[in-house]
């Protein structure tokens, strides 16, 4: 037993038993997407079977890497959060890959010192999001300083790679149209915290889409909001409580909405009787209140998890990747209803 423990299995065994090549024993155990599910699956049971474990440090060593990636965050909304997070070690379960955790609690904080704490961190790659995946001068010091990222819910028009995005002017006008379809002209708006990208898209949404349907915009009718649920119920209070209310919000996250619906029911407010409300995100909590949340569904877990999936192939080849735009999709559900008058 002894013998048998002392002589550990090599890359060439599984290579052997597995009938591939040293090489692609190799780029399976370092996560690479190109490879072949078939052969991938080969080699982890050969590998399993031989007891494999490959010598991370040693490989370290050899290449510099510290097999960490970082995902700095800066946003008020738990559920969210859990979904970058979520997303992310999705893509990197079956690497060798680490997730690191960077809060940022104020853009201010990170601009100027984000490359010096993912340096000093031993960082290879970093996940930034909104508003940090937008901020001209956080990408130029990540450009120069050559530190690999990928970008989640970037602009395009700030940086067009290394970000995987929704549109989010085209999802904030089909739920909006979706409100005017049900009747409602009175329709109130819960802005996000606009140095997020996101939430200055989605605000000119609603001004273009009530200027393209001839309806007068009611500056009384616009909230600041800051995507957290205590900014939904001050901006929530503050429309709710007007002489002549509106009769639908669109709250520009689910939080927000969530805190919207708080606000109703305080004031014997019904929803959707009396009120529709509508969220963004389609977040945990759209579904854990009653009535359930109408909502934009923006994939964050799918969308961290390509842009991790983009980070590692940016790593391993050297090249920036090309951004990618995934769906949306509008889920309709008990919070929304027609205009009763």
């Not at 031993?122 to 940090?132: A, E, N, S």
């Not at 995005?165 to 002209?185: C, N, P």
């Not at 689910?254 to 305080?266: G, K, P, S």
């Amino acid at each position: 037993m002894a013998a048998e423990m002392a002589k550990r299995a090599t890359i060439h065994d599984v290579a052997r038993l597995a009938g591939v090549s040293i090489k692609t024993v190799s780029r399976v155990y370092k996560g690479e997407p190109n490879v072949r599910d078939v052969i991938r699956e080969r080699v982890k049971e050969a590998g399993a079977q031989l007891r494999y474990r490959p010598n991370a440090a040693a490989r370290n060593l050899v290449e510099r890497r510290s097999n960490l990636i970082g995902l700095f965050f800066e946003n008020p909304s738990a559920a969210y959060v859990t979904e970058l997070q979520m997303g992310a070690l999705e893509r990197l379960r079956e690497t060798r890959y680490r997730l690191l955790i960077f809060p940022v609690e104020r853009r201010a904080d990170i601009l100027g010192a984000l490359v010096e704490t993912a340096h000093a961190s031993g960082l290879d790659g970093i996940i930034v999001t909104p508003p940090m995946s937008d901020d001209p001068a956080i990408l130029k010091e990540l450009m120069e300083s050559g530190m690999p990222f990928a970008r989640v819910a970037g602009d395009l028009a700030v940086y067009p790679n290394s970000s995987v995005t929704i549109d989010d002017m085209a999802a904030a006008e089909e739920l909006l149209h979706y409100l005017l379809s049900l009747g409602h002209r009175k329709i109130g708006f819960i802005t996000g915290d606009l140095s997020h990208r996101s939430a200055q898209l989605r605000l000119a949404a609603y001004h273009k889409v009530l200027a393209g349907t001839g309806i007068e915009a009611n500056p009384d009718y616009v909230a600041e909001g800051g995507f957290s649920f205590a900014s939904g119920l001050v901006a929530g209070e503050r429309l709710l409580t007007l002489k002549d209310r509106p009769t639908a919000i669109f709250a520009s996250n689910d939080d927000m909405a969530a805190a919207t619906l708080q606000v109703a029911f305080n004031h014997g407010i019904r929803v959707p009787d009396d009120l529709t409300v509508v969220g963004f995100d389609d977040s945990a909590i759209a579904s854990m209140v009653a009535p359930q949340i109408t909502t934009v569904r923006q994939p964050v877990f799918e969308m961290t998890r390509d842009a991790a999936d983009m980070l590692l192939q940016q790593i391993e080849s050297g090249k920036t990747e090309p951004s990618r735009q995934i769906g949306y999709k509008l889920i309709i559900r008990q919070s929304s209803g027609p205009l009763r008058v």
